[in-house]
């Protein structure tokens, strides 16, 4: 019943832009916590950055903060991620996925430790000359 589709991804040369989208259905966008994670082979996953549905709080690593821009649309139930100034250490699979906020305290917990079941499939991302 849930599902998250991203979208997006390709590849892009170093200093360029990509912008992620995630379609969410099956919730109210508002009653959830959306976040970006990203995985390179052979590496953990790690959260991007992830943004609240309620009241648009953001939280970003701090290796993409100044670079990744989340942001929401509720009516479309639509997550983006902006991505500027690539880096080949970028390159990934990307996934969004969805918690509800009242199991968070703040957003970041969700982008440390995402326990949810809701997951998309991927987009993969690959920065290179």
């Known amino acids: 019943q849930v599902q998250l589709v991203e979208s997006g991804g390709g590849l892009a040369q170093p200093g360029g832009s990509l912008r992620l989208t995630c379609e969410v259905s099956?919730?109210?966008?508002?009653?959830?916590?959306i976040g970006w994670f990203r995985q390179a082979p052979g590496k953990k996953r790690e959260g991007v950055s992830c943004i609240s549905g309620s009241d648009g709080s953001t939280y970003y690593r701090d290796s993409v903060k100044g670079r990744f821009t989340i942001s929401r649309d509720n009516a479309k139930n639509t997550v983006y991620l902006q991505m500027n100034s690539l880096k080949p250490e970028d390159t990934a699979v990307y996934y969004c996925a969805a918690d509800k906020l009242s199991f968070l305290t703040v957003v970041q917990d969700f982008c440390v430790v995402p326990i949810t079941d809701y997951w998309g499939q991927g987009t993969q991302v690959t920065v290179s000359s």
């Open positions: 099956g919730l109210t966008l508002d009653d959830y916590a």
